[in-house]
C-alpha cells in the first residue's frame, strides 16, 4: 500500500497522491516522503473476525418466524 509521511510530525498517511496538507497536524511545509506500508493481518484478528461472524448469525437467527416488527407496529407500509 502506498502511503506518505509527513516530515513535520510523522503522520502516516495512505492514499495514493501525495497530500496538500498533513491531517493531523495541518502543515505541508515540511513536505512528505513516500513510503510503502505493508498490509497484513494478524492471525488474532482472523480469529475476532470469525468469531464476529458466528455471532452475527446466531443473533439473525433469534427473529426466524417472528412477526416482523414494521408490519407489526407501523401498520404495515
Known amino acids: 500500500m502506498k502511503a506518505w ?3 513535520g510530525c510523522h ?4 492514499q495514493e497522491e501525495k497530500p496538500d496538507t498533513c ?8 513536505g ?3 513510503i510503502e506500508k505493508e498490509e ?3 492471525p488474532e484478528d482472523k480469529k475476532y473476525s470469525q468469531v464476529y461472524k458466528e455471532t452475527l448469525e446466531q ?3 433469534y ?3 417472528c412477526e416482523p416488527e414494521r408490519l407489526k407496529y407501523c401498520g404495515g407500509d
Open 5 to 7: 509521511m509527513c516530515l
Open 11 to 14: 503522520a502516516e498517511i495512505p
Open 23 to 30: 491531517p493531523l497536524c495541518n502543515q505541508h511545509r515540511e
Open 32 to 34: 512528505f516522503e513516500e
Open 40 to 42: 497484513k493481518q494478524e
Open 59 to 61: 443473533l439473525e437467527g
Open 63 to 65: 427473529d426466524e418466524g
